[in-house]
Structures are given as C-alpha cells and as structure tokens.
C-alpha cells in the first residue's frame, strides 16, 4: 500500500490493535471505485457518521451481524471496531470485492468475515448464521442484528418482504426477534414511523407498527454522502414485536391495507370497495364497514393502525364465506378474470 494513504487502527475495547488500515476514501480513490447512479450507489465517508450509526443498532460485540450494500466498506469499518463474533456481508457489485477483502483480512484474528456477492432481493438470509443459537420470540431479542445503507431504488420493497419474513418468523427470523438498522430516503423514513393523522401516514407505517416497533433516531444530510443525493436521508431502527397487533396473514394484510391507502384524498370506502367484484361490490363493502366499526367517510390518513386491522379482519370473515374474493383483482383484464372463473 502507498505510503501516502492515511492509517487508521481498530481497536476492541479489549485493547487488542488490529492493523493499520487506509480511509474509505484512500480505498475508494486506489480501486477507482464511483457510485452508480443506476444502481442508487451514494458511499458515506465520514466515520463519524458510519460509526452513529453502528452504534444506533446498540451493542453488536460478540453478536451476528448481517450488512446489506456495503459498497466500498464504510459502515463495515465501523461493524469491524465494535468486534461481533460473526459479519457476513451481501454486496451485489464486484467492484468492492477488493476492499471488503481487505477488511476481511485484516480482522481475521478478531471475528469472522463472509463476503457474499449477489442480490439481497435474493439473498436467503436464513442461511447467514448457521452456528447462531435460537432464541425464543417472546424473551430476549436474537443477538442478531442487520444493518445497511439500502439503496434508494429497493428500500421499500425489501422492508416489506423483510416485514413478511418477521410476520412468519422465517428467514433470519427463524432465529428470533433479529432487529434493523437501515438507511432510507428522509421522506420514507417519515413515512415509516408516522402516527395517524400525519402527512405521511401511509401503507408503509401501518405494516411496520403491526409487526415492529420503528424508530427514526437521527437524520444524515445529503452532503454528507459521495455523490450527494438530491435528499437527506434516516436512520431507522426497527425491533419486531414480542406479539403483533393481529394473527392474519400478512398477504391478507398487505392486500387490504394497501388498498386503504390507494387513494389518499378519497374516502376509505371507496378504496375498500376495489376490494370487491362489481356485482358484490356495494354490499360487501358496507358489510365490511359494519363488522369493522369504522367510519365509511374517513380517510385512510385519519385511520388508526387498529382501525385499518378491523377493516383487514372484516375482509378476512367476508373472504372465508366468499373464497373467491381472496384472488379478485380488480385492475386484472377482464379476460383473465374470466380465465380464473370470477
């Protein structure tokens, strides 16, 4: 390495030194290594920050911790100084192969370090600690943690499918009440943890507090990322509840509370009601207002969490006695609709 790079240690509180290592910034100029926008790259550089954000997910020393994204090794530097047992790391671009290998080498001695190059869309994360002990839902949280700088372009998609996993307890979550740490746009970090009545209550907010209990700990300007993005962005923790607040399954919830929120400024009848085949549509759907207890003219903005799961359990006792609602889409061509007999 060129004498010119500026070294950094790493050190346990056990006051063990692990080798001298170059900046993120020293690495990223080295390998040549530039974000792609096309992948929603944007490095964080300051280990300040990477660090605030290690430490939002509590202590990890001598835990299980997966990183999503680690792009050239910011955040993983800051994982590496606060010594867990076990990192794997899920890196979906080859270009940062070098440098997460750099840290992998470095702190052999110290903690174990896989490097895993493929997609987290894909990643079966079941498989990422296979010696990790299984803790039981209902006591202490599973000394796992996953924590990553999620790229703009899937953070939502794949909360929601981590959500699932959670809700089934399959996954990592196979292991226990595993918690998050992640990065999101600023905006969906806001919508994440939004109360009833905020401006940005939505779909998303009501999944999390269902089967989480999200918190929104600190903002990170854009200018503080390589390139700067054109918006800040949240840090969100997210703690799975010990019992969430219904027994549905989620593609039940999933379904119907997406159709709550689809369209935002309308009444909530009115998106219950696409829940439904036209020749239904009217009766089932002050049906499910009825059973539910829920003001047909509010908007979905002004629905508390319990009121959207009265609605999803009015829709799950309708469905049972009607399974044919459980496949209705009413955005499906009416010829495909007519394929699968509805």
């Given at each position: 390495m060129s004498s010119s790079f500026v070294a950094k240690s790493l050190v346990p509180a056990s006051g063990v030194r692990l080798p001298p290592l170059p900046t993120i910034r020293d690495l990223v100029r080295l390998y040549k290594l530039r974000a792609i926008k096309q992948l929603s790259q944007n490095f964080l550089m300051d280990e300040n920050l990477t660090g605030k954000i290690v430490r939002s997910a509590g202590n990890i020393k001598d835990k299980y911790v997966l990183e999503v994204g680690p792009g050239p090794g910011g955040i993983t530097r800051s994982i590496i100084r606060k010594f867990p047992r076990h990192l794997v790391v899920v890196e979906k671009d080859r270009r940062f192969l070098p440098?997460?290998?750099?840290?992998?080498?470095?702190?052999?001695?110290?903690?174990?370090?896989?490097?895993?190059?493929?997609?987290?869309?894909?990643?079966?994360?079941?498989?990422?600690?296979?010696?990790?002990?299984?803790?039981d839902w209902n006591g202490k949280r599973a000394p796992i943690n996953i924590i990553g700088n999620l790229p703009f372009a899937i953070s939502t998609r794949l909360l929601i499918n981590w959500l699932r996993d959670i809700s089934l307890h399959i996954g990592v979550w196979n292991l226990g009440r595993a918690s998050l740490t992640l990065t999101f746009q600023k905006e969906v970090a806001e919508r994440i943890v939004a109360p009833m009545l905020s401006e940005y209550r939505c779909?998303?907010?009501?999944?999390?507090?269902?089967?989480?209990?999200?918190?929104?700990?600190?903002?990170?300007?854009?200018?503080?990322?390589?390139?700067?993005?054109?918006?800040?962005?949240?840090?969100?923790?997210?703690?799975?509840?010990?019992?969430?607040?219904?027994?549905?399954?989620?593609?039940?919830?999933?379904?119907?509370?997406?159709?709550?929120?689809?369209?935002?400024?309308?009444?909530?009848?009115?998106?219950?009601?696409?829940?439904?085949?036209?020749?239904?549509?009217?009766?089932?759907?002050?049906?499910?207002?009825?059973?539910?207890?829920?003001?047909?003219?509010?908007?979905?903005?002004?629905?508390?969490?319990?009121?959207?799961?009265?609605?999803?359990?009015?829709?799950?006792?309708?469905?049972?006695?009607?399974?044919?609602?459980?496949?209705?889409?009413?955005?499906?061509?009416?010829?495909?609709?007519?394929?699968?007999?509805?």
């Open positions: 440098t997460l290998e750099l840290l992998a080498d470095v702190s052999k001695d110290y903690l174990q370090m896989d490097i895993v190059r493929g997609d987290i869309l894909d990643y079966p994360t079941a498989e990422a600690f296979p010696d990790c002990p299984k803790s779909r998303l907010s009501v999944m999390n507090q269902i089967w989480s209990r999200p918190e929104l700990k600190f903002i990170i300007p854009g200018q503080a990322f390589v390139p700067k993005p054109d918006v800040d962005v949240g840090v969100v923790t997210i703690v799975p509840l010990k019992t969430p607040l219904t027994t549905v399954h989620f593609d039940i919830v999933e379904k119907v509370v997406r159709h709550i929120f689809s369209m935002r400024q309308k009444y909530c009848r009115r998106c219950v009601s696409n829940l439904y085949p036209p020749d239904k549509r009217d009766e089932l759907t002050q049906l499910t207002f009825q059973m539910a207890d829920v003001d047909p003219l509010a908007r979905s903005f002004q629905l508390s969490t319990e009121e959207c799961l009265r609605i999803v359990e009015a829709y799950d006792q309708l469905a049972l006695k009607h399974p044919e609602l459980r496949n209705y889409d009413y955005r499906a061509p009416k010829a495909q609709m007519v394929d699968e007999g509805h």
